[in-house]
C-alpha cells in the first residue's frame, strides 16, 4: 500500500540539482520567543534534495513557530536559514517564497468558487485560459494527482483539496515543500494516497518536511526525522532502525507516556441512550439516515468512520443538541456531557476566561450564584480546582481560554463536562490534534467514567483509538450504520474497509 | 540597501505601554492641530492655554465639562451595553430623541400629575420610548437575523423626522416665530442641580446607571448568560440559553439607556424639546464604547474625556478659532487616540537587508 523506502535508500539522481543529495536548506541555531515562552531554542535542521523529513513534537514544542520562520512569517531573535548555501533575509515571506519554500497550511486557503486552475494561479500573473490549465494539469499528473482543472474547488473531497494546495505550489516551482500535519483530515487510504505522491516528489528532486503527531506515519513516509521538545531538538536522525516506542519516548522525554494498554472491558448496564430508525437532515442533505444506537452504562461505544459521514449530526442528535426528524432519541440520563468536535465555536467561548468557561455549566446553581449575585470567588476556587485536576496548562484561571493550545482547551472542557459525573458522555474526535501526554489523558478520563457507570459514546476517525477504548464499534458511512462488531471480534481490516463504503453488499 | 517593516501580532502589551501609548496619541493629535492653529493664523500656545482654561483647568469647565460627559456616558452605555451580547447598537441618537420627545410628551399633557410626579414620569417615559425604538430593531434581529445595524441607524432618520413634525407643528413655541423648538417644560418639569454647583444631577444618574449595568453584566447569573450568548452563540445554543430573547431584552435596555440620555438632557440642559438636542451624541456613543474597548465602568471615563475635548473645542472657539478648526483638533486627536490602540497590538520590526536577495534558481515565477 505505501511506497517501498527502498527506493529513499537508494538515494535517486535528484532532478533540480546536479549533486546528489545536495543540501538545500539549513537552518542554524533559531531562536524565537514569545514574552517569557521561548518556542524555538537554537534549533538546527538540515533538508537534502529528495529528501522527506518529518517534524515531530508534541503540541506547543515550537513546530508551528519553526515553520512559521521558515516561510519568513515570524523574524527569529536569533540563528539563519539558508537555501542552497545563500542566506534568506529573515521575517520576509516574499523572499523565503522567491528561494523555493512553500507551506500547505492544515485549512489550505483555498477559494471554493474558483476553479481548480484558478485556485492554482491565484496570486501569479496569469489568469486562467486553455495554455494554463493545460500546464496545471501536466503538473498534477507529474504527481499523481487526478484533478480536473476545471472543477469548482467546492466539489473536491479533503484529499483532492490537499492536492489542490500541494498543486499550487508545484506549479510556482517550489521545491522545498512543507506539509503542516496534512494528515490530520484524511481518512487512512487517502493518508496512503498522499504518501505515495510525497514519495513521488521526493524521487522527481523535490525536499519535503512533513508534520505529524503520528508515529505510524513518520516510519511509513519519512527518511530522516527531527524531534523537538520543548522548543529544542533532541533528535535529528535517520528513521531507519526507529521505531514507534523510540519516537514517542524521545518526543514526550519518559516511557510513562508510551501507548497506553490497551483498556479493560467495560461492564455494560442498563440502556442510557437510544436512538431508533434516528434521521437528521441539514441544509437539505440527510446527515444521518435511520440510525439506531444503544448506549448503557459502563461500556464505551466507538463510532468509526471518515469525517462527513453524520459523526457531527449523531453527536448533536446523541446529546440532545438537535432533534431527529424521524425516528426517536429515548435518554434517562440526568446529566449528559458533550465534548464537541469543533472545541472553540461548540464548546467554549474564545473572549471569556478559563475560569468563567470552566463555570459555563454550574454559574447558575445556588451553591455559585444568588441571582443578583455570582460568587466570583467560588467560580475561582471551582476553576483552581479543576486546573489542579486536569493540568490544564494556566497559571492564572482568569486569562482568557482562547490564548490556551490545543491540548489546553480539550482538557478545559473535559474539566467543565466530566466535573458533574455525567450518566452520558459524547466524545467527538476527542483527541484530534492533541498532544501524546492530552491524548493519553482524554482516553483514561473516558475509560474513567466508564468504569463508574457512565455511558460514552466516542465517534473518532483515528481507527487505533477506536479499537483501543470501545467495548463495542459502529461504523459510520453516508450516514448510516454499516457495520457493528463487538470487543473481542474486531476486524481492522473490515472495518477500514466498511469506512471506505467497502464490503457493504 | 532595502528597509524592510514587519508587524507581529503582540499578545499582551504591558502596562507601561497601555498608558504611554494614549498619552503619545494625545500630544501628537496636539501637535498636529497646533500645524492647523499656526496655519490658520492662530498662536497655537494660546489657543490651547484657553482649550485647557475651558476644559479641565477651571471650575467652570470642569462642570460644563460634567454637563456634557452625562448625556455622553449614557449613550456610550448604550452601545457597550448592547455589545455584551454582540450587537451593534448605532441608534443611539434616534433612541435618544425619540426619549426626549416623549418626555416632552408627558411635560406638555400630563398636566394634571402632582408635582414631584412630573420629572419621574417623564423620564420613565424617555426609557420606555427608546426601549420600544430599540425594540423596533431586535424583534427582526432575534427571529430573522436581520441586521441591527441597519435598522437601528435608520430609526434614527425617523425619530428626527417625527421629532421634526412635532416642533414645527403641534408642539411649536408660538413665541418662536418658525424656530424649530417646542412650547417650554413646566418650572416642575427641570431636573434639580447639585448643590454648589450648575451642573444638573443628571451626571449623577449616570454614573448609578454605569455601575448598574457593570454590576448586571458583570456580576449576575443573567449577565453572564448574556456574555455566554454574546461570546459564542453555539456555546450558548448548546448549553440551551435562549439567545433571541436575551437579545431583545439587552437592545431594550440598551435603548432605554438612550432615551434615558434624551429625557435628562431635556429636563436638565435644553427645557423644551429642540432641534440640536442632540449633537451626535448617539455616535459619539460608539466612539466612546470603542475607546473604553467596550468596558462598562470604562466607558465613564471614556465619556468624561470626551466631553473634555468638546467642551475645550468650544471654549477654542471663543477665542477666535474657527468652529471648523477646533473641530478638526477634536477629531485629530480622536483619529490619533484610535490608531495608538490599533497600534498597540501589534510589534513593529524595522530590518535592513544588506543586499537584496536573487530569484533561487528552480524555476521560480515571480
Known sequence: MLTSRATAGAAPEPGATSEPAATVL?????????????????VDLTLKAGEIRALLGENGAGKTTLISVLCGQYRPDAGTVAVRGRPLPPGSPRAALAAG???????FRLVPRFTV??????????????????????????????????????????????????????????????????????????????????????????????????????????????????GKVVADREVAGLDALQM??????????????????????????????????????????????????????GVAGISGNGQNALAELAA??????????????????????????????GAMSVSENLSLRQYRRPTMSHPLWIWSHRMTSLARRLIEAFSIPVKNPDSRVADLSGGGLQRVLLARELDE????????????????????????????????????????????????????????????????????????????????????? | ???????????????????????????????????????????????????????????????????????????????ATALRIGLWNIGGEGQLIIGATAATGVGLYAT???????????????????????????????????????????????????????????????????????????????????????VHVGIVIAVVVAVTCWWLMERTPWGFSVRVAGGNARTAEYLGLHISRRMVIVLALSGAIAGLAGAIELTGVTNRLQDGISVNYGYSGVLIAFLARGRLLGVVVAAFLFATLVVGSYALQTTGVAQPIATIIEALIIVFLLAGDAALAFRVHMTRAPHALEPATAGVRS
Open chain 1, 101 to 107: 519554500i512553500g507551506v500547505v497550511h492544515q485549512d
Open chain 1, 26 to 42: 539549513e537552518v542554524r541555531g533559531i531562536t524565537k520567543s514569545f514574552g517569557d515562552r521561548v518556542a524555538n531554542d537554537h
Open chain 2, 1 to 79: 540597501m532595502s528597509v524592510s517593516i514587519h508587524l507581529e501580532r503582540r499578545l499582551n502589551p504591558p502596562l507601561a505601554m497601555r498608558i504611554a501609548v494614549p498619552a503619545a496619541a494625545v500630544v501628537a493629535g496636539l501637535v498636529a492641530g497646533g500645524v492647523i492653529l499656526a496655519l490658520g493664523g492662530h498662536d497655537p500656545i494660546d489657543a490651547y492655554n484657553s482649550m485647557w482654561e475651558g476644559s479641565l483647568g477651571s471650575s467652570d469647565g470642569i462642570q460644563a465639562s460634567l454637563i456634557k460627559a452625562c448625556p455622553l456616558v449614557l449613550t456610550g452605555l448604550a452601545v
Open chain 1, 421 to 505: 459525573q455525567p450518566d452520558l458522555i459524547i466524545a467527538a474526535q476527542p483527541t484530534r490534534g492533541l498532544d501524546v501526554a492530552s491524548s493519553a489523558m482524554v482516553r483514561s478520563q473516558l475509560v474513567g467514567h466508564r468504569d463508574r457507570g457512565a455511558g460514552v459514546v466516542v465517534i473518532s476517525e483515528d481507527l487505533d483509538e477506536i479499537l483501543e477504548l470501545s467495548d463495542r464499534v459502529l461504523v459510520l458511512f453516508k450516514g448510516a450504520v454499516v457495520g457493528e462488531y463487538s470487543r473481542g471480534s474486531f476486524d481492522r481490516a473490515e472495518i477500514g474497509l466498511r469506512m471506505g463504503g467497502e464490503g457493504t453488499d
Open chain 1, 248 to 301: 514517542s519516548v524521545l518526543m514526550i522525554g519518559s516511557d510513562a507516556a508510551a501507548r497506553h494498554t490497551a483498556s479493560r472491558a467495560g461492564n455494560p448496564g442498563e440502556v442510557v441512550l437510544k436512538l431508533e430508525s434516528a434521521t437528521v437532515e441539514g441544509r437539505g442533505v440527510r446527515a444521518l439516515d435511520r440510525v439506531g444506537l444503544e448506549v448503557r452504562r459502563g461500556e464505551i461505544v
Open chain 1, 117 to 230: 486552475t484558478e485556485n492554482v494561479v491565484l496570486g501569479t500573473d496569469s489568469w486562467g485560459g486553455r495554455k494554463v490549465e493545460q500546464k496545471v494539469a501536466e503538473h498534477a499528473a507529474a504527481a499523481g494527482f487526478q484533478l480536473d482543472p476545471g472543477a469548482p474547488a467546492w466539489s473536491l473531497s479533503v484529499g483532492e483539496l490537499q492536492q489542490l494546495a500541494i498543486l499550487k505550489l508545484l506549479y510556482r516551482g517550489l521545491d522545498i515543500l512543507i506539509l503542516d500535519e496534512p494528515t490530520a483530515v484524511l481518512s487512512p487510504p487517502q493518508a496512503a494516497e498522499l504518501f505515495n505522491s510525497m514519495r513521488k516528489l521526493a524521487d522527481g528532486g523535490r525536499s519535503i518536511i512533513f508534520i505529524t503527531h503520528r508515529l505510524r506515519e513518520v516510519i511509513a513516509v519519512a527518511d530522516e526525522v527531527t524531534i523537538l521538545r520543548h
Open chain 2, 112 to 198: 394634571s400629575l402632582p408635582g414631584p410626579l412630573v420629572l419621574p414620569a417623564m423620564i420613565l417615559a424617555g426609557c420606555l420610548a427608546g426601549a420600544t425604538w430599540a425594540t423596533i430593531a431586535a424583534i427582526p434581529r432575534a427571529l430573522i437575523g436581520l441586521n441591527e445595524i441597519i435598522v437601528t441607524l435608520f430609526l434614527n432618520y425617523i425619530a428626527i423626522l417625527l421629532m421634526d413634525h412635532l416642533i414645527f407643528g403641534p408642539w411649536a413655541d408660538p413665541k418662536a416665530f418658525g424656530f424649530a423648538y417646542s412650547r417650554a417644560l413646566p418650572d416642575a418639569a427641570m431636573l434639580p442641580v447639585i448643590p454648589g454647583s450648575y
Open chain 1, 320 to 349: 440532545g443538541i438537535v432533534r431527529p426528524m424521524a425516528g426517536s432519541r429515548t435518554c434517562i440520563a440526568s446529566a449528559v456531557a458533550y465534548i464537541p468536535e469543533a472545541r472553540m465555536e461548540r464548546g467554549l467561548v
